[in-house]
C-alpha cells in the first residue's frame, strides 16, 4: 500500500505532499520524504559509471526505512517525485508504470494556467486524480 | 553434513592466501626458494570475476608448499572437493638435466607422470646450473631446454621457462609470473564452476524437505570465501548478500519453529562489525543458523568487505537500515527493543527500553517501584504548542503490551497475576527466572491455571517487569551502565547520535544528519545546555526552512524559539516568532499564533538591550495598485495608496509606518521614506494605506520597502506582493515588481495664458483684458492668478473679475443669446464674478479643469495729446507708444508649488487717426477720420477748435452740417469730414506757428471685447456711453509766396535700365528777390532722397551750389544715379533743407514713378573685352 506521495521541486522544496494513512503519521512520512532526498542526491551526483540511459528517470528504490519502502523518480525538470510503500515486494515494474502516471497527472496540473510555476499544487483534481492511481497500484499488485 | 561446519570453520581460518605447489622434480627447491618467494605476494595478476569478466588484482597473497609438505599430502580426496578451495591453485614443476639422454629416459616419462593430472594447473621452471662462462655446459642446457619446450608446450599454451641459477633475466620473472597466474586464473575458474553449479543444486532443492541451509551455507561461503582469498571482495560480497537473501526466505519459512537467539552469557550482545564474535557453531541448530546471531554475522562479513572496498559510507547505509529492519525484527521477538530508542531522543524518558516491550515477563516483586516513566511529565512547551504524541509512547505501548499479553498463553500468567498484583509474593526469583527465559513467542501451552487474566496491566508495572526482564538478559556490563541510569543512558545516546549525525554529515546526508541535530539538540535542552542546544536547532531549522519543509520546520521552530528566549537572545526570538508567524496558518492553531503575536508584541514593547531592526518581509508584504502608476508633475506632492497585508492574526498596532521608494532608473537608494499619516493599526489581510508623497525629482519609482515600528522595535520589509499575500517559501518569493507605483514626469508646461485680444484696445478708457487661461492636463485649484499692470497700465479694482468658460471655437463668447444656443457646451458654460484684491485673483473650483476666459479692467494712461497726420507733417507713429506690459503670475497645484510666470503685451491706441487734407485751395479743409480699432465707432458729434489764425466760416460753431450724424465709421475704414475755414488774416506767425487746432470727437462704440476695443467698463452706473477724443491738429497755412521753383527735366534717355547710369537734371529758379537776406543766400543747399534700396546716387548726394539773388536767375543741378531695380520706382527727389516748403513750388513737378528695365542679357562676359 502506498502511504505517501509527495512532489519536490528542484530546489528540494516540497511542491505537493499527500499521505494516505490512516494513522496521524504525517510528519514521519514528512521526515521520511524529505530524508530521501538525500539519496536522490547523492544518486544524481554520482551518477553509475554504467549508468544506462541518460533519460532514466526513474531512481529505483531509494532505501528501505523501518516500515517503509521509499522509491524515487526525476523528471527532466528535476522535479522529484517520491513514493513511500509499506509493501515488501515491489516490483520495479510496478513502480516504473505507477509514477510514469504520477508524471502524467503532474505534467497536466502544471500545465495549469492559473498554476504558478514553482509554487505548491493545489489543484483539487490533481489530489483526486493521484488518489485514483495510488488506489489502482494497490490493486494492481494485490491482483 | 553439519559436522563438516566445524570442519570448515577450521580450515577457513587456518587457511587466508592461496597455495602454489612445488613439485620439486630435480631437488632444486632450496637454490630457488629464496628468489621465488621474493615474487609473492603477486603484484599484479589478471583474474576472471564471478561474471567470468577479467579484473586486475593487486598483490595477490600467496604461498609456495612442496607437494611433499604434510599439510598437501595427508588429504583425503574426499575433503579435497570440499574444501576445494585451500588446494594449490598452480603447480611449479621445477626440473634441471644436463644430459639430452637422460630428459629422454628419466626426466621426460616422470614428467609425463606428473602432468597427466588433469585436475591441476602446471607449468615446468626448468633450472639451468650452466655457468655463463661455461659455454659447453650452457649449450647443451639450451639444447635439453628445447627438447623440453618441445614435448610439453602445445600450440595453445607455453608451460615452460627457464630460469638460470646464475643471474636469471628479467624476462624470466615476467615469464614466471605470468604463467603462474595463469594458472591461478584457470583453476579459480573452473572452482567457482565447480561451487556455483553444486550451489544451483542445493538451491534447487530448497523447498523440499532434505534441504538443509547449513550445507547451503557451507558452499556458498566457501565460494566467497575462495573470491576473498583472491582478494575479489566485490564477488564475495555478492555471495553474502545473495546468502543474506537465501536465508531470510528460508528462516521466514513456516515449519519447524526455531529459536531467535542464544541464552548464554553475552548472547544479548550485538557485534555487528565482527564477524568472529560467536562461532558458527554455537549458534546453529538443527542445520540452521540462529537469526540473532546469525543476522550479524551477514552482516559483519558484508561491512568487512565494504571497508575492504573502501565503501565505509555504504556500511552506514547498510547499517542503519540493518539496525532499523533488524531492531523490528527484534522486537516481533519480543526479545529486546532497545533498537527503538533511535529516532525518539526527545521522549527518552518515554522511550521502550524500560517499558512495555518486555512486558510478557512476570516480574518479581520490585524493592521500589521505579518513577521514571510516572514523573516524566510531557514538558511544557512555550507557546501552548500541543502536538499529538508520537505513535510510540507509553499509552500507546501500553495498549499494545497489553493486546499482546491477551494473545499470550497463560502459562505464566497466573504467576504474574499473583505476584503483580497480590501482595504477598509465592514465589522466589529463581522459580521464576525459569519461566521468563522461555522466549518464545509460541511455547507450549502449559495451562496450569485457568484464572483469567483480563485485568490490563498498568503502565507501571509494565515497566517494572520490562526492567527486571532487562537486567536479568543484559551482560555487557557497559551497556548495563548505560542503563543503569538515565544519565548513564543519556551520555551513551548523545554519543552514538553525535556520532551517526557527524558521519551523515560527512557523507553529504545532511537531511539525515539534520533530524540527529534535532535530537542532539533536544538533549542539550534536557541537560539545560541551552545555548549548544540553540545552535543545533538552528542548524535544523536552517535547512527546513531554505527547502520551505514547513511541516518540519513548524516541529522544531519552537524549541528554538524556546530556546532562544531563555538566553535572552531577543534578536533570534523575534526572527523566530516572526517565522512562526509567517509559515502555513493551518500548521498552527490560531490560539497558538496568536500567542506568537503576543510575544512579538511583548518583546517591541520592552525595553530591549539591543533593539536591531526586524525583518518582517514574510509577515508584512505590500504592494502597489493594480491601477495604472500614479503620476505626478515636477514639484507635485500626491498620495499614493499602498495595500499591506499583515499576516498577523490579530490586528497589530503600528507606531509608525513608512515607506521607501526607490528610483527605477538610479541605484540611488537615498529616497526618503515617506510616513503615513493613517492607519496606525494593521488588520489580517490586507490594508489599504495612504501616504502623502513629497516632491519628488522626475523618474518613475517603484516601492522599496516598508519599515516601520512596533513599540520600540523598527522593522522592515521588502516582502513584495503581487495581488495576494505572498506565500511564505521565501526563495520563491516575488522579485522587486519592475512596475512602478511612481511616476514623476519631467518638467513641462502645465499652463497656458494667452491674451484673449488680439487688436488695440483704447487708450485711456476702462477696457477689459481679457486672459485665456489654459490648463494643460492638471487642474488649477486653488490657483491664484497675480496680474500685475506695468507702467502706464492700472488695474480698475473696484471692478468684478469676470470668469468664463472658454469655447475655443466660439468667437462670441457669452455675447448673444444666439450663440448660447448655438453652442454645444452650453450646459458646462459658466460666469463667474471674483473680485480682485492686490491684484490677484482666486481661481475659482469650477474653473480649475476648464480653459477659462478671465477679464479684467484696465486703464492705459497716455497723457500726450494726440496728434493728427497733415501731408505737411506726417505722423510718425510707432507702434510701442501703444504697447503696455501686463505681468501674470499664475500660482496653483496643491501647495501652490507650481508658478507659471509671463508678461503679455497688449496695444493700446487712440479711437482715431486724423489727418488733414485741404481740398480746395479756396480755404476750407477736410478732416480724414480713420477709425484705427476693430470695432464700429459711431461718432455723435464733431467740433474744430480752430487754432488762431484760422476761423470757419459762416455762422457755424465748427460743426459740420448736423445731419452727418451719427456718423458710423466700420472697423479701420475711413470717413472724411468737412470744416469750411478761412484764415483771419490777422495774428503772429510764431502764434500761428505754435498753436495747435482741437479737434473734438464724441463718440459710441460698439466693440466685442474679445477683438478689440470695446465701449469701456462702466464704472459708475450714470456714466454715459458717450466718448470724447480730442485730437490736436495742425493747420498750416497754404503756400503763398513761392521763392524758388524746382523743375524736374526729363531723362535724356527713354527708358533706364537697371545698372545703367542715369543723369537726374533739376532747374532750380529763383522767382523773386528773397525778402531776408539772411535766410536767402546767394548760395542754396541741396539734398538728394533716394531710397538706397532702389537707386545708387553715384556722386555727391548733397551740396552747395551758387544761386545768385536776383529774380529768375536758374541752375541746373545733375546728380549721376544708377538704377539698382527694375520696375516701376520712385525717382529720387531733390530737396532744398534750408528754404521752407511754402516757398518752394514744384514746377514741372516730377514724375511720380518711373520705370526702370531690367538689365539687358549680357553675353560680353564670354568675349574678350
Redesign the interface.
Known amino acids: 500500500m502506498i502511504v505517501c506521495v509527495a512532489v519536490v521541486?528542484h530546489?528540494?522544496?516540497?511542491l505537493y505532499?499527500q499521505s494516505f494513512t490512516e494513522?496521524?503519521?504525517?510528519?514521519?512520512l514528512?521526515?521520511v520524504v524529505?530524508?530521501s532526498?538525500?539519496?536522490i542526491?547523492?544518486r544524481v551526483n554520482n551518477p553509475k559509471r554504467n549508468a544506462p540511459a541518460l533519460n532514466e528517470t526513474f531512481l529505483g528504490l531509494l532505501?528501505?526505512?523501518?516500515?517503509y519502502k521509499v522509491y524515487g523518480y526525476l523528471t527532466n525538470t528535476k522535479v522529484k517525485f517520491i513514493m513511500v510503500t509499506t509493501d515488501l515486494d515491489v516490483k520495479d515494474a510496478d513502480a516504473r508504470n505507477f509514477f510514469r502516471k504520477f508524471h502524467a497527472a503532474y505534467v497536466d496540473a502544471v500545465s495549469n494556467p492559473f498554476h504558478v510555476p514553482?509554487?505548491?499544487i493545489a489543484s483539487r483534481s490533481f489530489g483526486a486524480r493521484v488518489s485514483t492511481i495510488v488506489k489502482s497500484f494497490g490493486s494492481g499488485t494485490t491482483a | 553434513m553439519a559436522n563438516y561446519l566445524a570442519q570448515f570453520q577450521t580450515i577457513k581460518s587456518s587457511c587466508d592466501r592461496i597455495v602454489i605447489a612445488v613439485e620439486d622434480v630435480s631437488d632444486l627447491w632450496l637454490n630457488v626458494k629464496e628468489s621465488f618467494e621474493q615474487r609473492l605476494p603477486v603484484k599484479k595478476a589478471c583474474l576472471n570475476n564471478k561474471a567470468r569478466n577479467p579484473v586486475f588484482v593487486d598483490n595477490l597473497p600467496a604461498e609456495f608448499i612442496q607437494t611433499t609438505d604434510s599439510r598437501l599430502r595427508s588429504r583425503f580426496p574426499q575433503d579435497q572437493y570440499l574444501f576445494w578451495f585451500r588446494e594449490p591453485y598452480a603447480t611449479v614443476v621445477l626440473v634441471s638435466c644436463e644430459d639430452l639422454d637422460e630428459f629422454k629416459t628419466i626426466l621426460k616419462p616422470r614428467l609425463k607422470l606428473i602432468v597427466q593430472n588433469d585436475e591441476r594447473e602446471w607449468f615446468i621452471v626448468f633450472v639451468s646450473k650452466a655457468h655463463p662462462s661455461n659455454d659447453q655446459a650452457s649449450k647443451m642446457a639450451k639444447k635439453v631446454y628445447a627438447r623440453l619446450e618441445s614435448d610439453f608446450n602445445t600450440r595453445r599454451r607455453e608451460r615452460c621457462c627457464k630460469f638460470d641459477l646464475h643471474g636469471p633475466d628479467a624476462e624470466f620473472w615476467d615469464d614466471f609470473d605470468s604463467k603462474m597466474v595463469d594458472c591461478i586464473r584457470n583453476t579459480l575458474d573452473r572452482r567457482v564452476q565447480f561451487y556455483e553449479e553444486e550451489i544451483r543444486r542445493l538451491s534447487e532443492q530448497r523447498f523440499t524437505p532434505i534441504w538443509n541451509f547449513c550445507n547451503f551455507f557451507i558452499l556458498k561461503e566457501s565460494l566467497a570465501f575462495m573470491f576473498e582469498m583472491t582478494n575479489l571482495h566485490e564477488d564475495s560480497l555478492r555471495e553474502y548478500d545473495e546468502l543474506e537473501l537465501c536465508y531470510s526466505e528460508s528462516v521466514n519459512s513456516p515449519g519447524k519453529h526455531r529459536e531467535f537467539g542464544g541464552l548464554d552469557t553475552g548472547d544479548d550482545q550485538a557485534a555487528l562489525l565482527n564477524p568472529g564474535c560467536k562461532a558458527l557453531t554455537q549458534i546453529v541448530q538443527d542445520d540452521v543458523f540462529r537469526e540473532f546471531e546469525f543476522r550479524q554475522y551477514i552482516f559483519a562479513c558484508q561491512s568487512k568487505f565494504l571497508f575492504k572496498l573502501h565503501r565505509p559510507i555504504e556500511v552506514a547505509a547498510r547499517g542503519y537500515a540493518f539496525v532499523v529492519s533488524f531492531s523490528k525484527t527484534l522486537a516481533l521477538q519480543e526479545f529486546l527493543r532497545l533498537a527503538y530508542l533511535i529516532g525518539y531522543g526527545v521522549e527518552i524518558e518515554k522511550s521502550p527500553v524500560n517499558s512495555a516491550s518486555l512486558s510478557m515477563l512476570p516480574w518479581p516483586k520490585p524493592a521500589t517501584w521505579p518513577s521514571m516513566i510516572l514523573q516524566a511529565k510531557s514538558r511544557e512547551k512555550i507557546f501552548n504548542i500541543h502536538r499529538k504524541p508520537l505513535p510510540l509512547e507509553p499509552s500507546l505501548l501500553l495498549r499494545e503490551a497489553n493486546r499482546r499479553r491477551a494473545f499470550l498463553s497463560v502459562g505464566n500468567l497466573s504467576e504474574l497475576y499473583d505476584s503483580g498484583l497480590d501482595a504477598n509474593s509465592k514465589h522466589s526469583p529463581n522459580k521464576s527466572a525459569s519461566n521468563y527465559m522461555t522466549r518464545t513467542m509460541s511455547g507450549p501451552v502449559t495451562s496450569e491455571s485457568s484464572l483469567p487474566v483480563d485485568r490490563p496491566m498498568r503502565l507501571s508495572e509494565i515497566h517494572v517487569a520490562a526492567e527486571h526482564a532487562l537486567k536479568q538478559t543484559v551482560s555487557d556490563p557497559n551497556f548495563m551502565t548505560s542503563l543503569s541510569s538515565l544519565e548513564e543512558f543519556e551520555k551513551r545516546y548523545m554519543e552514538l547520535t553525535k556520532g551517526a549525525a557527524d558521519n551523515y554529515h560527512r557523507s553529504w546526508w545532511k537531511r539525515h544528519g539534520v533530524v540527529l541535530d534535532g535530537e542532539i539538540a533536544a538533549l542539550f535542552f534536557k541537560h539545560g545546555n541551552y545555548d549548544l542546544a540553540a545552535k543545533s536547532y538552528e542548524k535544523v531549522c536552517a535547512l527546513y526552512s531554505a527547502e520551505g519543509w514547513e511541516e518540519l520546520l513548524a516541529d522544531v521552530l519552537p524549541d528554538l524559539a524556546e530556546c532562544q528566549k531563555i538566553l535572552n537572545d531577543e534578536a533570534g526570538y523575534l526572527t523566530s516568532c516572526v517565522k512562526l508567524l509567517s509559515l502555513e496558518s493551518a500548521l498552527f492553531s490560531s490560539k497558538e499564533r496568536q500567542a506568537f503575536q503576543s510575544e512579538v508584541v511583548r518583546l517591541a514593547h520592552s525595553e530591549m538591550k539591543h533593539p536591531v531592526p526586524l525583518d518582517v518581509s514574510s509577515l508584512i508584504t505590500f504592494a502597489g495598485n493594480l491601477a495604472p502608476p500614479l503620476e505626478l508633475c515636477d514639484g507635485d506632492p500626491g498620495t499614493l495608496s499602498v495595500a499591506v497585508w499583515s499576516a498577523f492574526p490579530d490586528d497589530i498596532t503600528l507606531e509608525s509606518l513608512s515607506l521607501k521608494l526607490s528610483a527605477s532608473s538610479s541605484v540611488d537608494e537615498g529616497l526618503k521614506a515617506i510616513k503615513s499619516s493613517d492607519a496606525r493599526v494593521l488588520v489580517p489581510g490586507r490594508n489599504i494605506i495612504t501616504f502623502n508623497i513629497p516632491p519628488q525629482k522626475p523618474g518613475s519609482y517603484l516601492l522599496g520597502a516598508l519599515t516601520g515600528q512596533i513599540g520600540k522595535l523598527s522593522f522592515r520589509s521588502h516582502g513584495f506582493s503581487q495581488d495576494g499575500p505572498v506565500d511564505t517559501d521565501e526563495f520563491m518569493s516575488f522579485e522587486n515588481p519592475t512596475r512602478p507605483v511612481l511616476k514623476v514626469r519631467k518638467p513641462r508646461a502645465l499652463v497656458d495664458i494667452t491674451p484673449a485680444v488680439s487688436s488695440a484696445l483704447l487708450m485711456n478708457e476702462l477696457q477689459w483684458i481679457g486672459l485665456i487661461v489654459k490648463p494643460i492636463d492638471y487642474s488649477l485649484k486653488d490657483g491664484i492668478l497675480h496680474i500685475d499692470a506695468g507702467a502706464g497700465l492700472t488695474i480698475e479694482e473696484s471692478q468684478m473679475i469676470e470668469i468664463e468658460t472658454y469655447g475655443g471655437d466660439l468667437e462670441h463668447v457669452g455675447c448673444t443669446d444666439a450663440s448660447r444656443t448655438s453652442s454645444s457646451s452650453t450646459d458646462t458654460r459658466q460666469v463667474e464674478k471674483v473680485p480682485i484684491e492686490d491684484g490677484k485673483i482666486k481661481i475659482p473650483d469650477w474653473a480649475s479643469d476648464v480653459t477659462t476666459l478671465v477679464w479684467f479692467p484696465v486703464r492705459a494712461i497716455d497723457d500726450t495729446v494726440a496728434r493728427g497726420a497733415s501731408p505737411a507733417s506726417p505722423q510718425k507713429q510707432s507702434i510701442v507708444d501703444g504697447m503696455r506690459m501686463i505681468a501674470l503670475k499664475l500660482e496653483f497645484g496643491v501647495f501652490h508649488n507650481q508658478v507659471f510666470e509671463r508678461t503679455i503685451a497688449v496695444h493700446f491706441t487712440n479711437p482715431f487717426h486724423v489727418s488733414t487734407r485741404v481740398v480746395d485751395k479756396c480755404n476750407d479743409g477736410t478732416l480724414l477720420l480713420q477709425s484705427q480699432v476693430k470695432a464700429t465707432v459711431h461718432v455723435k458729434d464733431v467740433w474744430l477748435d480752430l487754432q488762431s489764425g484760422f476761423e470757419h466760416t459762416g455762422k457755424g460753431d465748427g460743426r459740420p452740417t448736423s445731419n452727418l450724424f451719427p456718423l458710423v465709421i466700420a472697423p479701420s475704414s475711413r470717413a472724411g469730414i468737412l470744416f469750411v475755414i478761412r484764415l483771419s488774416g490777422i495774428g503772429d506767425l510764431d502764434e500761428l506757428e505754435k498753436a495747435d487746432s482741437m479737434l473734438n470727437i464724441k463718440y459710441g462704440i460698439s466693440g466685442d471685447r474679445t477683438t478689440g476695443a470695446h465701449s469701456p467698463v462702466p464704472v459708475k452706473p450714470d456714466d454715459s456711453e458717450d466718448l470724447l477724443f480730442k485730437i490736436a491738429v495742425k493747420l498750416k497755412r497754404p503756400v503763398l509766396d513761392p521763392c524758388l521753383a524746382v523743375g524736374f527735366l526729363p531723362f535724356s534717355t527713354d527708358c533706364l535700365r537697371v545698372g545703367q547710369l542715369v543723369n537726374m537734371r533739376w532747374r532750380v529758379e529763383r522767382l523773386k528777390n528773397p525778402e531776408d537776406a539772411s535766410l536767402f543766400a546767394d548760395e542754396i543747399l541741396y539734398q538728394v532722397d533716394a531710397n538706397p534700396q532702389n537707386w545708387m546716387v553715384a556722386g555727391r548726394k548733397c551740396g552747395h551750389v551758387s544761386l545768385s539773388n536776383t529774380q529768375g536767375s536758374r541752375i541746373e543741378i545733375t546728380v549721376t544715379c544708377v538704377p539698382l531695380v527694375s520696375g516701376y520706382v520712385h525717382p529720387p527727389q531733390l530737396g532744398l533743407p534750408d528754404v521752407g516748403e511754402a516757398n518752394i513750388s514744384c514746377n514741372p513737378a516730377g514724375p511720380h514713378l518711373v520705370c526702370v528695365l531690367p538689365p539687358t542679357l549680357s553675353t560680353s562676359y564670354c568675349v574678350p573685352a
Open positions: 521541486g530546489q528540494n522544496n516540497p505532499l494513522a496521524d503519521d504525517a510528519l514521519k514528512h521526515h524529505h530524508c532526498l538525500d539519496v542526491d547523492e532505501y528501505p526505512t523501518e516500515n514553482g509554487k505548491k
